[in-house]
């Protein structure tokens, strides 16, 4: 019986061997020393009478049986394939350095089997070295490594494949990475891990050469490659003569278009900066640029363009050239454009949509675009899907090409009008689904609209509770009944904000905290359930806003909105208050003790209007404040400085806003009109103003107040936008007697944030490039009384750093002038103050729109001579808008 065990076993190692030799080095199968009586002509058949599992600590003995797929109760053969399937499987996972399998007896047919395993280490930890703290903080979300993994090829091949590959695209083309294995003393089979990066430099693209074209410049064609961009340079000799002559013969012609063409060829050609891009190579991104090359000549009419080859060379250890050949092929243009399938519109009617005529250059984006979606202008889809037709498709089909002339035919399935059937939100966490769906659009029952849900997207992202990168409408249509089911996906952000500031302003530091709830519920304020910190959910706006510089200036205000005032309309409703104390520091008891105390209520209700269009509203509001004057005349120069004055004015605003969204806008404009005026007491009464005292004559402030705004917004290229922005305001007075009031006037310059806003009505106009309030006509005795006139103008170009909606960030330079005037007879808009600079914006959701910007102030200011020059400016809550 012991012999024919032995020959059994013997059996069993010998056959697992020879099967096995492709694993030898990674596993192995150990049977007895006794292999004189084994017969290796004759396998054996057994059962599986048990299976043990040894040399494992961390792993589930159970699941490696399971994973060698040795069942018991199974036939297997001895030697046979099974238990080489078996080492190769477990082989397979990865985590063991050693595999044997061991009879450890056998039973009449029955054969007991061990499996011997020695575990891989497992990561104890890792570290960096040769790189900065912030750059291995990225990379160790990248490489996702945890403690307990098991340290296998695969893990450190993919390690250093992902660095490898985080350091390409940042232009580290031969970056060099080395893992070493040091066992952790502390526990065992663990390993530590030192990751050693050398960057090395970075390889720049030096030159891109573009062989075979003639009739696009090099410029032009580098410039349609978006991310893959050579070094810059500058030539502005090259091809200056060819240049002179051309601009001759323009003029000469007065072939001014093509004077515009010609100096634009030349700038493109000979002079480059790449502000935005460096000059980096990263592969995916240079494949795409290849076909925007082709993209760029079937937008001029070539449309058989196409990339013969490229190469990529080595010039040197840092820089790269690339070799672009290309075929150019014919140009083409539009000859007959014929309609088949439509029935709902006329053949006339869709060419005129379209755009293209006959003889025009072929340009195949252009045409997708006009059929598919133009968000600059009309398309053919959308005339069909925003009269319901959403199931409609246009197919153009080239029939005959001519020479140079292509005839198309555009086949048009135009399908049955879909109805909405279901509109619902899905991600509103926070936000109640009554406040979403009021704000859309889109509504059951009603006809299918592109254009409907393109607004819907719109004033969700206006709302501020979500984040307006990711709105997401998803369509969802039912052929079957045609009807169509929209769920627009949403992702909540926070639309709560603090603001925590410190001024300079009048000579002292003045503190600033406030609170903003844009999602306040005041129907769950007495739920207690509701407090997370604060009710939210039902979209009102409830504002607490406190300001100090100690016990002689203090000044709050509360503000509360409900944006839908009976909840069926959008009819806002604003109604706030607020209270503020001034005094010169001195004891009540002292003779000289001076005070100001301004109190103030606004009731105001805002609509939506539907002519001239949707974008436009209508604000109409109540003001009424006071002003208690008491020996105050040293700083607000008005009669004795002792008195009581009354404000009570209505106001009316006209705006229409198209903004693409709030926080970073595209496209769209935001312009309003609006006009604040008191009654004209002086004209109702019989008293001669001219005699009176300043006391009486501004006892009852009277006045009429005009202001403009108007901004637009242009996306020149991705994320790159051109703001464009006008202010104007204009004082006025009823009688000549009484003159314009010294109240409600307008203060340029700074950022806006000098702590007195509300300091006898004064409405405060940020300027960068200047100190706060200096570009403010000086008059009084010296004193600065405010303009009854001012305009600016600035110009901003600004590119997005990051688009998350927990930390939007964006870049912008900008150029900006403005003045104010005392008196309309003053009044220039030539006669300017010029500033420019750059900086930064940040919005944060707890905190709103921060701000920071340099400038340098060019126009002296008379008088103040440190009033223009270089300034920076915080600004917050966009106080410089």
């Known amino acids: 019986m012991i012999k024919m065990l032995g020959k059994k076993l013997t059996i069993l190692f010998i056959a697992t061997t020879l099967v096995a030799m492709p694993f030898i080095g990674m596993g192995q199968i150990s049977i007895g020393d006794d292999l004189s009586k084994i017969n290796y002509e004759k396998p054996s058949d057994y059962v599986i009478g048990g299976i043990t599992v040894s040399g494992i600590e ?34 397979n996972q990865g985590m063991f350095e050693n595999i044997s399998i061991s009879a450890t007896k056998i039973q009449g047919n029955k054969i007991f089997l061990d499996i011997n395993l020695k575990e891989r280490p497992r ?70 891990l030192a990751i050693t990066i050398k960057k090395n430099k970075k390889v720049k693209i ?21 991310e893959t961009k050579q070094k810059g340079y500058f030539n502005p000799l090259n091809s200056l003569g060819p240049l002179v002559i051309d601009m001759a013969t323009d003029i000469a012609s007065l072939k001014f278009k093509k004077l515009q063409d010609d100096i634009a060829i030349y700038i ?29 000549y079937n937008k001029l009419g070539y449309r058989d363009a196409h990339i013969v080859k490229d190469s990529i060379y080595k010039i040197n250890n840092t820089n790269l050239g690339i070799d672009i050949y290309l075929e150019e092929g014919h140009k083409y243009y539009f000859r007959n454009i014929d309609w088949v399938g439509n029935t709902i519109y006329t053949s006339e009617f869709l060419t005129t949509i379209l755009g293209i005529r006959s003889g025009d250059v072929y340009n195949k984006e252009l045409l997708e675009t006009n059929l598919s979606y133009n968000p600059m202008g009309f398309d053919i889809s959308s005339l ?15 029939v005959y090409v001519d020479n140079d002339s292509i005839d198309l035919e555009i086949r048009i399935f135009e399908g049955k009008q879909a109805r909405i059937n279901k509109v619902t939100v899905q991600g509103n966490e926070k936000t109640n689904d009554h406040v979403v769906i009021r704000e859309l659009r889109t509504i059951p029952g009603q006809l299918f609209s592109r254009s409907d849900i393109i607004r819907s997207t719109r004033e969700l992202a206006n ?22 089911d929209i769920i627009y996906k949403v992702e909540e952000t926070s639309a709560d904000q603090i603001e925590l500031s410190g001024g300079w302003g009048y000579g002292r530091v003045i503190g600033t905290i406030g609170l903003k709830f844009n999602n306040f519920s005041i129907n769950n304020f007495f739920k207690k359930d509701s407090w997370r910190p604060v009710p939210t959910g039902d979209g009102q706006k409830l504002s607490l806003r406190f300001q100090t510089y100690g016990k002689d200036y203090m000044s709050w205000s509360v503000s509360f909105t409900e944006p839908w005032l009976g909840g069926k309309k959008p009819n806002a409703l604003t109604v706030s208050y607020f209270y503020s104390l001034y005094t010169n520091r001195l004891p009540k008891s002292d003779t000289n003790y001076a005070s100001f105390i301004i109190n103030g209520i606004t009731v105001g209700i805002g609509k939506r209007l ?25 700083i607000f120069p008005i009669g004795s400085g002792t008195g009581l004055y009354h404000n009570i004015n209505y106001e009316i605003n006209l705006g229409r806003n198209s903004i693409s969204q709030p926080i970073y806008p595209r496209s769209g404009s935001d312009i309003s009109l609006g006009l604040e005026l008191t009654p004209p007491y002086s004209l109702f009464s019989n008293r001669d103003y001219s005699t009176l005292g300043e006391n009486d004559k501004y006892k009852w402030i009277e006045y009429h107040k005009w202001k403009a705004k108007a901004y637009w917004y242009f996306e020149l290229m991705d994320k790159l936008v051109l703001a464009t922005k006008l202010r104007f305001g204009y004082l006025g007075y009823y009688n000549r007697d009484v003159g314009t009031t010294p109240f409600e006037r307008f203060y340029l310059g700074g950022d806006g944030l000098s702590g007195y806003n509300n300091f006898d009505g004064r409405e405060i106009i940020g300027m960068r490039g200047y100190s706060n309030e200096s570009v403010t006509p000086l008059y009084y005795k010296e004193k600065n009384i405010g303009g009854t006139v001012f305009t600016r103008y600035s110009l901003e170009l600004r590119y997005p750093i990051s688009l998350n909606p927990s930390s939007t960030i964006y870049a912008q330079a900008f150029f900006e002038a403005g003045n104010s ?3 309309s007879y003053n009044f220039d808009p030539f006669n300017i103050k010029r500033a420019a600079g750059f900086g930064i914006r940040v919005f944060l959701p707890m905190f709103g729109m921060l701000g920071l910007d340099w400038a340098y102030g060019f126009d002296p200011i008379p008088g103040i001579p440190s009033a223009s020059g270089s300034h920076f400016h915080f600004s917050l809550n966009q106080s410089l808008d």
Not at 271 to 294: A, P, Q, R
Not at 392 to 397: D, G, M, R, T
């Open 58 to 91: 961390f792993l589930d003995k159970n699941v490696i049986i399971m994973l060698s797929e040795l069942d018991l109760g199974a036939k297997i053969k001895v030697p046979g394939d099974d238990i080489t399937g078996a080492i190769r499987k477990l082989w």
């Open 123 to 192: 990561l104890s930890k890792f570290s960096f070295n040769g790189i900065r703290k912030a750059e291995a903080d990225d990379l160790r979300e990248k490489i996702n490594l945890s403690r307990g993994d098991v340290v296998t090829d695969h893990l450190i091949i993919r390690t250093k494949n992902i660095i490898k590959k985080h350091y390409a695209s940042k232009g580290y083309l031969n970056s060099d990475v080395e893992i070493t294995h040091k066992p952790n003393t502390k526990v065992e089979n663990f390993e530590d």
């Open 206 to 226: 030096d030159v891109i050469n573009i062989i075979g074209n003639e009739e696009i410049s090099d410029g032009s064609l580098h410039s349609a490659m978006k």
């Open 268 to 296: 493109s050609d000979n002079f480059k900066v790449n502000i935005m891009k460096g000059s980096k190579y990263i592969e995916s991104e240079y494949k795409n640029d290849l076909n925007l090359i082709v993209q760029k």
């Open 384 to 398: 069909y899907m925003d009269n319901g037709y959403l199931f409609f498709n246009a197919q153009p089909v080239e």
């Open 463 to 484: 709302l501020q509770y979500f984040n307006a990168e990711t709105i997401q409408p998803d369509v969802k249509p039912n052929p079957a009944d045609g009807t169509v």
């Open 610 to 634: 539907t002519w001239p269009d949707d974008f436009f509203t209508l604000y109409q509001g109540v003001n009424i404040q006071s002003y208690k004057l008491n020996n105050y005349a040293t």
């Open 821 to 823: 005037w005392l008196g």
